[in-house]
């Protein structure tokens, strides 16, 4: 029998599935990335547009307590007599039955009709108006809750992308780039793992960051909205909305983190990564901008990363175009830079550096 | 692509390499080599660029080949991650980040094999102990020094506790000690059965390992096999002896006297002696005797050809008549 047989004696336990291994790099990295001052004081950055964007929600939905609360004070407010929810509502029949039902206070302006804008006080809600509609004999056809609109979300992750390029650049540089230098791309590609296995595990610090920067606080404040009003109205008027939250965060948090992973993966400096990266995020929309301004031909647009997400995120949150390209274009720019960046790093990614 | 928590079959032979070859653009890393390895240490042997990182490389499925097949244990490692369960390596260059500390290093090498984080602190801990590195466990790795990198790179190779270990150039940096613990490691590692293959460039290095070499050179095995074998071959060759001492004409004209000694001649200013004999066993198992009883005191003994370099050159020669 061989010495082999004889003596060797294997590790008799199980290993964890394959399918979280990535979790490992992730988690490391998030690690790593947390004590870096930098991503410190910008994720706290990132912290102050979300609790202004909450201040406003909340003070468009006491604007009554605050008008009260300022002439209390004994001020003078333009805010005073307003308060209360105010229903866009589109009333089908007939519309004079319709106000006839509402009380003095709610009564709009009869010549707005057929869509009219009525104010309940705060404890009431949509199914005052669905009642009175009931006992009139007349069919609401369309009912906009109060509240902030879509529009406010899109500005909100908008706002957050700034932070977001910051932060690409601050952890997502160094990523790859830093495990090159290092050679540990070696060592880790010589353990039981795969290459996408190490693409997703460094995928997942930055979308860890970015997601928390930006679909995170959006639903959150979406929820916020919602639960002040207290009105369901809200959910089933605007139920889509969270899923646009979700996929526009997704949609920049991924392509963004593909680009700079990419980069990273080209070079053994960070800043040199990072150099990259902020050519792609601030320099393509200078360049598209002038090129547009002095062709006057929007199309130009389609140079810029930003620009292209803007213009898929305005599809999204079905808001006007910002220039004129269809927004389909944009997508697949979009889409053809994720499979160029995830080409790029499936070539990178390797153990062995090959220099022919 | 097999299951990690598949029992590995012992009946397999542990690395199996046909024809293979890899090219880069138009260099040749390796060429046509065919070879099998079984159980024990293998020495791998050969000066810089013979091709034995490459080699590694392959079996290790960090290569792809151009030409030929490598297996291990039967299975192709070629973008075949899994086999890594039971692999373990050790790169020729500084491979970690130096901001973590060993520990945390290891139990990230060891939960990326697919341990829990129990088990892996617990095999971190024990492969720290192995290397003797547990009093610098909590400190950062760039603080380490270039012996201590490579034990701890040697901890990470076998803390997963594979029954392949593939080892380049592992004593690199170390200190006497730290060598002498290294190859009693390895020594132990083909003792109990795992295939240790050890590449490296120093003859003696290997030899304090293993008797079993392959002999590499521009991406070629020159020559396979016991390391005696190797070793008489290179005895029939002339072997060159450098002395500097106080009495070198005195000392040539006792040297040339030997049967063995073929030729002596004067290095510069007189003070070196350069022997070539066909018997070094004989010559060196004389030389303490002739040097005190004639008093001569000697500054220096190299001898130049009793490494690698020679034994290729020598292996070289040979193929080619």
């Not at chain 1, 009709?113 to 009931?134: C, F, M, Q, V, W």
């Not at chain 2, 542990?14 to 880069?24: D, F, G, R, T």
């Not at chain 2, 390895?37 to 392959?58: M, S």
Request: include cysteine.
């Amino acid at each position: 029998m061989p010495v082999y047989d004889q003596s060797y004696k294997h590790w008799e336990g199980s290993f964890k599935s394959h399918t979280f291994r990535w979790w490992v790099i992730t988690k490391y990295g998030i690690k790593t990335a947390f004590k870096k001052k930098a991503v410190k004081v910008l994720f706290m950055l990132a912290i102050v547009p979300f609790i202004a964007f909450a201040v406003y929600i909340y003070g468009l939905t006491h604007l009554g307590k605050v008008a009260g609360f300022v002439s209390e004070l004994g001020g003078d407010t333009p805010l005073a007599g307003m308060g209360g929810k105010t229903y866009e509502v589109e009333v089908e029949g007939d519309p004079a039955a319709f106000l006839q039902g509402l009380s003095k206070e709610a009564l709009p302006d009869p010549g707005q009709g057929p869509t009219y804008k009525i104010t309940l006080p705060d404890e009431e809600n949509s199914n005052l108006i669905l009642a009175i509609a009931d006992e009139t004999g007349t069919k609401i056809a369309r009912m906009v809750p109060p509240g902030v609109r879509e529009t406010f979300y899109s500005r909100f992750l908008n706002v957050e992308a700034r932070y977001l390029f910051l932060l690409l650049l601050v952890i997502g540089a160094g990523l790859i780039a830093k495990d090159v230098k290092f050679n540990a791309l070696q060592i880790y590609l010589a353990k039981p793992i795969t290459g996408l296995d190490y693409v997703v595990g460094k995928l997942g610090v930055l979308l860890f960051f970015l997601v928390m920067v930006t679909m995170v606080p959006g639903i959150i404040l979406f929820l916020f909205q919602a639960i002040l009003i207290g009105d369901s109205l809200y959910f089933r008027h605007y139920w889509w909305v969270p899923a646009a939250i979700c996929g526009y965060s997704l949609l920049i948090v991924f392509s963004g983190s593909l680009v700079i992973l990419a980069l990273s993966s080209f070079s053994r400096n960070v800043r040199n990564a990072a150099a990259g990266g902020a050519a792609v995020f601030w320099f393509t929309p200078m360049v598209a901008n002038i090129l547009r301004y002095s062709t006057h031909n929007d199309s130009y647009m389609l140079v810029s990363l930003r620009d292209n997400w803007t213009s898929v995120g305005n599809r999204i949150f079905s808001m006007e175009r910002s220039f004129d390209v269809p927004w389909g274009w944009s997508l697949l720019i979009l889409l053809t830079l994720i499979v160029l960046c995830a080409g790029a790093l499936a070539r990178r990614v390797r153990g062995v550096e090959v220099v022919k | 692509m097999i299951s990690e928590n598949a029992k590995v079959s012992p009946s397999e032979t542990p690395i199996e390499a046909v024809e293979l070859s890899k090219w880069y653009g138009e260099v040749i890393g390796i060429n046509k080599i065919t070879l099998s390895i079984g159980p024990g240490v293998t020495g791998l042997l050969g000066p810089n660029g013979a091709g034995k990182t490459t080699l590694l490389n392959l079996i290790m499925g960090q290569l792809k080949p151009s030409q030929g097949q490598v297996r291990i244990r039967g299975r192709n490692p070629w973008a075949n991650s899994s086999v890594h369960r039971f692999v373990g390596y050790c790169p020729d260059v500084d491979s970690f980040y130096r901001g973590m500390n060993g520990a945390e290093f290891l139990r990230t090498m060891l939960r990326l094999s697919g341990f829990s984080s129990k088990a892996a602190r617990k095999r971190a801990d024990a492969a720290l102990e192995i290397v003797d590195l547990v009093e610098q466990a909590k400190k950062k790795i760039g603080a380490y020094s270039k012996g201590m990198r490579q034990r701890l790179k040697l901890a990470q190779s076998i803390a997963h506790d594979p029954d392949i270990i593939l080892l380049d150039e592992p004593l690199g940096g170390m200190d006497p000690l730290g060598r002498k613990s290294t190859i009693d490691l390895i020594r132990r590692f083909g003792d109990e059965g795992k295939t240790v293959v050890v590449s490296s460039h120093i003859l003696h290095e290997i030899e304090a390992m293993t008797n079993t070499i392959v002999v590499m050179n521009n991406g070629k095995i020159l020559a396979e096999g016991n390391v005696h074998e190797v070793r008489e071959l290179l005895d029939q060759y002339p072997r060159k002896v450098c002395i500097t001492c106080d009495k070198p004409r005195y000392l040539s004209a006792k040297l040339i006297e030997c049967e063995d000694v073929v030729s002596v001649r004067f290095e510069e200013k007189d003070e070196g002696l350069l022997i070539e004999t066909i018997k070094p066993d004989v010559f060196f198992s004389r030389l303490p005797e002739l040097l005190l009883s004639n008093k001569i005191e000697v500054e220096s003994l190299t001898s130049p050809d009793d490494n690698v370099e020679a034994v290729f050159k020598y292996l070289v020669e040979e193929k080619r008549r």
